[in-house]
């Protein structure tokens, strides 16, 4: 699986509705065609995650209610900070285990949605 990952905050009127740092944008199978955007605005990661179910990868998209903030995110301390760091986005995509995800997954529903 890949997930598109928002790295820097995008502020909104109404903070329920902001983007936070470490939450996951979209979900898309292995070998997905990002665009430029993507694959190149400094407030994006692209990752590619092994061994990680479909299912599991969605549960990261999941929202408290239809406009709210995400019920899980990533914590990016615990991703490699060399890529999460480089806004330059000299590698477009990075790719870790599915232990390693899940390691970095924070939220008050983890332990029953992932695992």
Same mark, same amino acid.
């Given at each position: 699986?890949? =997930?598109?990952?928002?790295?820097? %905050?995008? *502020?909104?009127?109404?903070?329920?509705?902001?983007?936070?740092?470490? &939450?996951?944008?979209?979900?898309?199978?292995?070998?997905?065609?990002? !665009?430029?955007? %993507?694959?190149?605005?400094?407030?994006?990661?692209?990752?590619?995650? +092994? @061994?990680?179910? *479909?299912?599991?990868?969605?549960?990261?998209?999941?929202?408290?209610?239809? =406009?709210?903030?995400?019920?899980?995110?990533? &914590?990016?301390?615990?991703?490699?900070?060399?890529? =999460?760091? &480089?806004?330059?986005?000299? %590698?477009?995509?990075?790719? =870790? !285990?599915?232990?390693?995800?899940? !390691? $970095?997954?924070? @939220?008050? $529903?983890?332990?029953? +949605?992932?695992?």
């Amino acid at each position: 699986m890949e =997930i598109l990952l928002r790295v820097h %905050e995008k *502020a909104h009127e109404n903070r329920n509705l902001m983007c936070a740092a470490g &939450d996951v944008v979209v979900v898309c199978p292995d070998g997905w065609q990002w !665009s430029e955007l %993507e694959r190149k605005q400094p407030f994006w990661r692209i990752l590619r995650i +092994v @061994g990680m179910t *479909a299912s599991d990868a969605l549960l990261l998209t999941q929202s408290q209610s239809r =406009i709210a903030r995400r019920v899980l995110s990533l &914590d990016l301390r615990k991703l490699p900070q060399a890529f =999460i760091n &480089d806004d330059s986005r000299s %590698e477009a995509m990075l790719t =870790i !285990s599915a232990d390693s995800m899940r !390691s $970095a997954i924070v @939220g008050k $529903a983890l332990t029953k +949605v992932i695992g």
